[in-house]
């Protein structure tokens, strides 16, 4: 019996580093975001502005990316263990297709935001294999890092 709650326990750690991961990949794109928005030009459009979207950053990361790197884990998950370029290539194409199907804005750019929803969950892929659960730096992308990104 008592084997049995530590193999509980266990699980129960694991879905709790799965989801700091999650947070953390997220931290790194909302960063990213938050210096391209800061150091684009001020004469130019915002970069949303350009793609007809009218959602804030992190409505872009929480809301869609954040969502479309779980469906693309889930997706992963049902299938048999596979090669790094397999899985790049997997979440590429749900960044794409996640993007170029549930997102909002003008069609006329909707070959450029699918794009750039799978150059965002190939971040979140990247994060799942450089932030550890053991790192103090996962806690800090996947809470401070967005507190600090929403508070500039």
Known sequence: MNNGNAKWSSGRLDVGFYALNKLASAGVVLLLLTVIGRVWPSGMEKPAELLGLSMEQKEWVYGYALIASLVADALLSFLPKL?????????AAVGF???????GGSPDQLW?????????????????????????????FAIAVPLLCWAI
Do not use: E, H, M
């Not at 090669?83 to 979440?91: D, E, N, P, V």
């Not at 799942?128 to 996962?138: C, E, H, N, V, W």
């Open 83 to 91: 090669a790094k370029s397999l899985q790049i290539g997997l979440y």
């Open 97 to 103: 297709g996640f993007f170029a199907l549930f997102n």
């Open 112 to 140: 450029i935001r699918a794009s750039l929803g799978a150059v965002t969950l190939l971040l979140f892929l990247w994060g799942k294999y450089a932030f550890p659960a053991d790192s103090l730096i996962t806690p800090i």
